[in-house]
């Protein structure tokens, strides 16, 4: 991923992402993390990618998150094979459960990468997208 452009605050975090994708959702980890590895060399996708970890260091009010969760939800639903890196994790049991915390690894509450992650499942789940959440919304 260094060489990709992210750096290795990003890096660290998106391997203990893995490891904790990997320990509570153990049958659907390899197909997913084949998919994240296919996306890799999509130049689009990691484009998207670093700049949504460069959105994590704005302010939560930032007027620029709306666009670009709108950006990155569009590319989803443009892109199905890409989709499956956010829709791929869900387990037989505790979906809702299991997919909040690998989400919300790593954000603080509040933040940018919060309300980016939240309008770019809400733009997903508005076309149709399943998306498990534990909220009553």
């Keep these: 991923m260094p060489e990709l452009g992210f750096d290795a605050d990003e890096v660290e975090a998106s391997r203990d ?31 998207l990618s ?30 199905p094979e890409r989709l499956k890196i956010i829709t791929g994790l869900q387990a037989r049991t505790d979906t809702a459960a299991r997919y909040d915390m690998v989400r919300e ?17 809400g733009e997903l789940r508005a076309a149709g997208v399943r998306i498990p959440r534990s909220d009553p919304r």
């Design 50 to 79: 670093r700049r949504a970890s460069e959105a994590a260091s704005w302010a939560p009010d930032d007027p620029r998150i709306p666009s670009l969760a709108a950006e990155v939800a569009a590319f989803y639903l443009s892109n």
């Design 105 to 121: 690894f790593g954000s603080e509450s509040g933040s940018a990468g919060e309300r980016l992650a939240a309008l770019v499942e």
């Design 17 to 47: 992402g893995l490891v904790l994708a990997l320990a509570l959702v153990p049958e659907a980890f390899e197909t997913h993390l084949a998919s994240i590895e296919d996306a890799l060399d999509d130049a689009r996708f990691v484009a």
